[in-house]
C-alpha cells in the first residue's frame, strides 16, 4: 500500500491527504495550488506515461489548439513566448510541463497507475489503481477531463481492412504518409486540422464526412515581433491581453448558446467562409442543414482551401462497410485507402467511468448516476464524501478556454478543503440541492441552441438535453465565488473515528 493516509499535511498541520487523479490541465494546477499554500501531502496518480492529457494524447499532423494561446494558459502564468495566435499541441504540451515542474509538481505524479476503484470506508478514501497498487486519502479530487475515451466507430468490416487504422487521438506516428492514399472518418475539429494538414502531403485524401460542420474561419497568424517584446517586457501588456481575450471569447462563447444576436454574426462569417468554395458540388456537400453553433463551432481559417486541392475528396455518401482495401459507401463505391483514421470523437458522457465509486453507505457512482450525472456544480457528488471533480458534468463548453474554467472550479474546490481542514470535517453536496441546481442548469440547456438548433450532438445526453451548462465565465465566477455552506453536508471526522 502506497501512500497511507496521514492527519496532517506536512506545512499545515490540519491539511488532508489529498489523491489527484490525472495529470492534466486541471491535475497540473490542483498540485500547483496545493503546493503554493504549503500542502505537500498529494499524489497525481496518472493512467499514461507522461503527463499532459488531452495535448499528450491529441499529437495528430495539425493538432492545435483554437482558443487564442495567450488565453489558453493559467492566468497566473502569462506566456510571452507563444509565436502564432494558436498554439499547436506539442508547444501546448510543453507549456504545460513546465508549469508542472516549475512549481514542483513533478514529483507528486505517479504514471502508469489507472483508477480503477475509489471507495469510501467512512472516514477516508481507498483508489485502487488497476495495476494493484492501494493509495489512502482524505480527499480525492479527479481532473480526468471530459474527452478523453477514443469513440471508434463500430463500422462493420473494419478489423478487415489490410492497411493501419486508428484514431485520431491514438496516431501512429512511425508511419510516413508521402504518396499515399488516406481515408479520414469525421469532420470535426480534429478531422478539419488533419485534413488541413495533410492535404499537401498526402497522394490522395479521403474525407467521409457524415454530417458537414459549420467552420468559422479564423486564420492563424505569427504574432509580430514588436507585440512579443511587448508581451515580455511592458508590466502588465500580458495580463492585459489575456483579459482582453477572455473577454471577447466570454462574448461569443459564453453567451451564443442563448444569445441568437450574438449567432448571427458568427454565421455570416461562417457563411462567408463557405462560400469561398468554389465547387457548387462540394460547398452544397459542405452545407450544414442545422443552425450555426449548434455542434460546437470548428475553428479553421485552412480548412476550404484543403478541401478545394485536387488531391482531396469529400464523400458524404453513408458508410456502408469497411473491407481490405478500403471504404465502401451505401452507394456500392470502394474508395481505397493505404491508412484509416478514425477522427469520430470521444465518448463524451462517460465522465469518471470505467472507474467505479462507492461512496457512504455503499451507494456507487452508478446508483447515483443511474439517469443523468447529478452532481452539485459540477465539482461535487451527492453521497460522495470529499470527493471533488474538476471539469466535470455540466461545465460551461461551447469554444470556452477550458483552463479559465478549470481554475474556477479549482478555486471552488479550494475553499471546501480550506473547510475540510479547519472544521476537519468531510463534505458532500446534499442530494436536493444538487438536483435543484442540476434542473437549474438543465433547463436553460434546452433553450440553447444546442438543443434547438437542429443537429445531434456530443453535447447531447441520452435525453437529448445538453449536458454542458450554457452560461458565461464571468457568470460562473460568480456563481462558484463562494461555496454555499448549507447545501453541504457536514460530518465530522472526530465523530466518526470515534
Ligand atoms: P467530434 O466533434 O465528435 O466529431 C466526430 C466526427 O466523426 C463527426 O463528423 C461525426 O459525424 C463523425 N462520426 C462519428 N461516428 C461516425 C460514424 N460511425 N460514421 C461516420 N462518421 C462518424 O470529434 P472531434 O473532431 O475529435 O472533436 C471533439 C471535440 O474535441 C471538439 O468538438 C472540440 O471540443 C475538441 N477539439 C478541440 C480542438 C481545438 O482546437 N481546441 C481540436 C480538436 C478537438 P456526425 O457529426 O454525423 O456525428
New binding site residues.
Partial sequence: MAGIGTQGGKAGSHAPRIVIIGAGIAGILMGIKLRQRGWDDFTILEKADSLGG?WRE?QYPG?????PAHL?VYSFAPNHAWRTR?AKAPEIWQYYHDQAERNGVLPHIEYGREVATCTFDGARWTVTTRDGETYRADVVVTGVGR?HQP?V???AGAETFAGPRFH??QWDHTLDLKGKRLGI?????????IVSALADEVAKLTL??????WVFPLPDAPIPLGKRLKYRFVPGALEAQYRKLEAEIDERAGRGPIDPEVRVVTAQLCKAGLATVRDPELRAKLTPDYEVGC??L??SGTFYDAVQKPSVDVVTE??DHIEERGVVTKDGALHECDALV?????K?HAFLRPMQLVGEGGVTLDDVWSEIPLNYRTVGIPHMPNFFMLNGPYSP?G?ASVVGIIEVQTGYVLKLLDRIAEEQVMLSPREDAAREWLDGVRELARTTVWATGG????YLDQTGTPAYNPISITELKTSMAEPIRDDFEARSRETVAA
Fill in positions: 488531452t491529441n493538432a492545435a489548439c483554437d482558443v489558453y494558436y474527452l469513440n466507430a463500430d463500422i485520431s487521438s472518418i469525421g469532420g470535426g475539429s480534429s478531422g478539419v486540422q467521409f464526412l457524415r454530417t458537414p460542420q455542434k460546437r470548428v475553428i453513408g458508410i478514425f477522427a469520430t470523437g470521444f463524451a463548453g469554444s443537429c445531434n450532438s456530443w
